[in-house]
């Protein structure tokens, strides 16, 4: 099946490995905002920007968008519901990844190489479970939330929607993370973290308040 990709930078190029390591379909071009028509990524050409999406999601009306961070992934997921009502979000899980049978994952959700999810997982639409991150049994990861490379979620761990879990971080089993909160790098999560904070350290804890479109990633 032939799928258009959003985004071509790093993230994407990672997606990129996982779609053609996986060898399901075939990538018929990306779109970027930030480039030009005929660039290449990877060997794949822009073939549009969102403004031309109508267009395009019409004649390829399946594929996944390649944003980093949760809250443009989750605009950038609107622009193609807008363009095309019934466009498919296709999910992409590398073959190296080891993800129980016992496992749900939602459309649109990528889970990169050296990946671990454990059974009774319920993986949210549009999620990154990323390099060698780990979920152990019966965790729960929102729509849209992430968890970066190297993470682990001890067993029954929630994470809520749109909430970052960042490199290298470890969050005890039977924790609930709200939603729109982002955990720092090498954290220890020990206990309950409500929505909407940006948390760090070992153990945690809780720096300040966080709206909910604002920006983590550089």
């Known amino acids: 099946m032939d799928i258009i990709l959003f985004g071509s930078s790093g993230h994407a190029e990672s997606v990129i490995d996982v779609i053609e390591e996986q060898g399901v379909h075939t990538i018929a071009g990306l779109i970027d905002d930030t480039r030009e028509t005929n660039d290449e990524t990877r060997g794949y050409k822009i073939i549009g920007k969102t403004t031309d999406l109508k267009a395009i999601c019409g004649e390829i009306p399946s594929g996944i968008v390649c944003v980093g961070d949760n809250r443009k992934r989750h605009s950038i997921t609107l622009l193609f519901v807008e363009a095309h009502p ?5 999910t992409a899980v590398h073959p190296k990844a080891c993800v129980s049978r016992r496992v749900a994952i939602g459309a649109g959700t990528v889970v990169m190489a050296g990946a671990v999810i454990n059974s009774g997982c319920i993986v949210g639409n549009h999620c990154i479970v990323n390099t060698s991150a ?5 965790c729960n990861l929102g729509d849209f939330a992430s968890v970066a490379p190297g993470g ?16 290298g971080a470890s969050v005890r089993e039977k924790v609930t993370i709200g939603d729109c909160s982002v955990v720092g790098a090498g954290a220890l999560v020990l206990d309950d973290l409500p929505s909407r904070v940006i948390a760090y350290g070992v153990p945690v804890s809780t720096i300040r308040a966080r709206h909910i479109d604002e920006p983590y990633m550089r």
């Open 152 to 167: 682990t979620l001890g067993g029954n761990v929630t994470v809520g929607e749109y909430t970052a879990i960042g490199l």
């Open 86 to 90: 019934t466009f498919n979000f296709i």
């Open 134 to 138: 780990s979920m152990d049994h019966h």
